[in-house]
């Protein structure tokens, strides 16, 4: 069973970069079919995925965001990290970090807020 935690910042001024990092126990990060993702949700809006790095370290982003955004993951610590560059109070969300394997093995952290205020 993954568990998923997030951490980082709960206020972030704009113009500035939202850093987050998710630690993963219960399985390895490089382990055969995973894709760890970040997924945001604003106020009153739905899901957005931001962009994912796979078991190998590929990362791939929402072409809306990739400009953006860097995923990248540290395999000694079993952790992969979120950056978010140039952030607007628009950036304000939950942000989940997220475990896929299969199409039904899903495993979400509980989610942080971040909000983006000066």
């Known amino acids: 069973q993954v568990q998923l935690q997030e951490s980082g910042p709960g206020l972030v001024k704009p113009s500035q970069a939202l850093s987050l990092t998710c630690t993963v126990s219960g399985d390895s990060i490089t382990t055969n079919s995973y894709a760890w993702s970040w997924i945001r949700q604003a106020p009153g809006k739905g899901l957005e995925w931001m962009g994912l790095?796979?078991?190998?370290?590929?990362?791939y982003y929402n072409p809306s965001l990739k400009s953006r955004t860097f995923i990248s993951r540290d395999t000694s610590k079993n952790q992969f990290s979120l950056q978010l560059s140039s952030v607007t109070p628009e950036d304000t969300a939950v942000y989940y970090c997220?475990?896929?394997?299969?199409?039904?093995?899903?495993?979400w952290g509980q989610g942080t807020q971040v909000t983006v205020s000066s």
């Open positions: 790095i796979t078991n190998d370290g590929y990362a």
């Open positions: 997220n475990a896929l394997r299969y199409f039904w093995m899903d495993y």
